[in-house]
């Protein structure tokens, strides 16, 4: 399975990820966690990325581009992959069709999962992360164990300006991407409104897995 997993802000797309990648047994590439990694690291890409993310713009297409060509190429990919957070505009759109191109690969899947905007906000504000074992929270809806609650953290991008702005790039630069897949018919829509729980169980029979 090669596959982009699809949908604004806080749809669920990480929540999912962890659930489907049991099942399907491929690399996970989320450029938005290979994105922290740098910043957390100090690196040039991250020193770079910083700001952008912060403020909850989209990192310039060149710097993510590099960065999932590099780690396309590692050999776990073979198996397949999910990427998460990637592409986000049409020139990586692009850039990534050039890549399997050379590499004579086709793409399966372009899994889109649909939030309304009017949930987003209390998703991304509510949401937490287990630095040790990157669990993802939710104050409300998912809440950390007790064992667990002291240590969560909340993604500095995860406050209401930086969410608000993240939604408008979303529907500005990246829902422009799918018309680059739509004539593949490859792009499947899941409802994102529900318990995690019922979203895992639409994915699993929208692709064939339940
Ligand atoms: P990235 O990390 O990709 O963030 P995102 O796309 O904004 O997505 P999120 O991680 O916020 O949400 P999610 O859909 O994974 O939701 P989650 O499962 O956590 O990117 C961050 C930044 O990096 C970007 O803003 C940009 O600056 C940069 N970047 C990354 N990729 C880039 C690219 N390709 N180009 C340029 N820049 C790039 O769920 C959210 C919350 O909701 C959680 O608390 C969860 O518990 C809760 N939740 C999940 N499902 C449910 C449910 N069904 N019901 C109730 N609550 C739920």
């Known amino acids: 399975m090669r596959m982009i997993l699809f949908g604004p802000p806080g749809a669920g797309k990480g929540t999912q990820a962890a659930r489907l990648l049991e099942r399907l047994g491929v690399a996970h590439l989320s450029t938005g966690d290979m994105l922290r990694a740098?910043?957390?690291?100090?690196?040039?890409?991250g020193l770079a990325a910083d700001g952008f993310m912060k403020r909850g713009e989209l990192v310039?297409?060149?710097l993510v581009?590099?960065?999932?060509?590099?780690?396309l190429a590692k050999p776990d990919c073979a198996k397949g992959f999910m990427l998460d957070g990637f592409p986000r505009t049409v020139p990586q759109a692009e850039a990534l069709d050039r890549t399997l191109e050379r590499a004579a690969i086709t793409l399966d899947l372009v899994l889109v999962i649909e939030v309304p905007d009017d949930l987003i906000v209390?998703?991304?504000?509510?949401r937490r992360t287990d630095p040790v074992t990157g669990t993802i929270y939710h104050m409300t809806f998912s809440p950390p164990p007790p064992e667990v609650a002291d240590r969560v953290v909340q993604r500095s991008d995860d406050t209401e300006a930086a969410c608000r702005t993240r939604l408008a790039k979303y529907h500005a630069e990246t829902r422009p991407v799918l018309p680059v897949y739509e004539p593949r018919g490859i792009v499947k829509r899941v409802d994102g409104v529900g318990t995690p729980d019922e979203v895992t169980a639409r994915i699993m029979a929208t692709i064939g897995l339940a």
């Not at 581009?65 to 780690?71: A, H, P, T």
Request: with cysteine; proline share 4%; aromatic share 0%.
């Open 60 to 62: 310039p297409d060149q």
């Open 38 to 45: 740098a910043v957390r690291e100090g690196t040039e890409l």
């Open 122 to 126: 209390d998703r991304i504000t509510g």
């Open 65 to 71: 581009c590099d960065l999932v060509v590099e780690r």
